[in-house]
């Protein structure tokens, strides 16, 4: 090859790999203002308590019907106050188009219905994964179980047993107020945040519902997390030994890391899959309420290079680099318009990089994002 040509491949070369470094850089998304499309039935969708991508790229909601107010809810009354509306049952599944293509669940759906929903994981062969985050109430029992369902809500497995008392990390036979749910389909295991209630990643094998294995904050055996008060996130104190909780997130890397929200402390802990601590990224560390690190997903490029980190307090997404944990960017802002949050509590996305996010408390609303090439 003659010294022109040798440039000449050299240069296209490099342009080449600032194209591809250029298309790998940090997320940047458009909302889609007419997602979903308005709910069948005179439907109207309460806060929204958990978010799963299938893998037909078909986006579940799990939502909570009870926390719709008796305004919201109208036309359910006795006579009918308005002409809408009535709550739309607890599962909903969408296209990415936003038409609703099945809803099932709710109060009564099955035993040990979660009392407020909350996360929800499908797995590949279509099968969905609930749990719950309510305290007991004078009309259910707090929620210490994981349900297994098919596709369509026919029930298959429950996890835990609806037991009274404190909670207890060392006991392995229940949950207490599970988060969230991410799955190694390859090794059949499902991790746990657990929780609202508990303080600790549990473990189960997909297949029995048997639990493997379990850890704390910094990867801490199960016999060493403190079951009683915790201290309440101070400005300036040190980091906690101890998940201050909720354990509200997990989710696992294509590279074989678990990263765990710790939701007060601002902070995510990565571990590997056998519990051992890596390394934790603080994330709005001056936070107070209810914290910063509601949510994590990864970026969809190959190398998942940023977390989409959902922060409900500050109403922000924030795009932050793996390997460091610096902060590269930022989606979204407090308030009630398209592409703003209230509340925002879930992030998952689509095949196609594409964004899906769900909001509590009086947010109770869904939103997609488009992302950018």
Known sequence: MNTAKS?????LFILAIAALVQAQGVPNYKVDPSWPKQLPNNWIMGQVGGMAVDSNDHIWVFQRPRSNTVDELSAAQNPPQAQCCIAAPSVLEFDKDGNLLKSWGGPGHAPNWPAS?????????GNVWLSGNSLKTDTAPQDRVILKFSNDGKLLMTIGRPVDGPDNNQDTSYVSRVSSMDADEAAGELYVADGYGNRRVMVFDMNTGAFKRGWGAYGIPLSQIDNGPLPV?????A??????GPVHCIRLSRDGFVYVCDRTSNRIQVFAKDGKFVKEIFVRKETLGNGAAWTVNLSSDPQQRYLLVGDGRNNVIWMVNRNDGTVAGSLGHNGRNAG???WVHQVVLDSQGNMYTG???T?????????QR
Do not use: N
């Open 7 to 11: 440039f000449v491949f050299g240069f």
């Open 117 to 125: 929903e909350h996360g929800i994981y499908v797995d590949r062969a």
């Open 233 to 237: 996130f101070t400005l300036g104190s």
């Open 239 to 244: 980091p906690a030994k101890q998940f201050l």
């Open 340 to 342: 703003q949050f209230h």
């Open 359 to 361: 909001e509590v408390d």
């Open 363 to 371: 947010g109770k609303r869904v939103q997609k994002f488009i992302l």
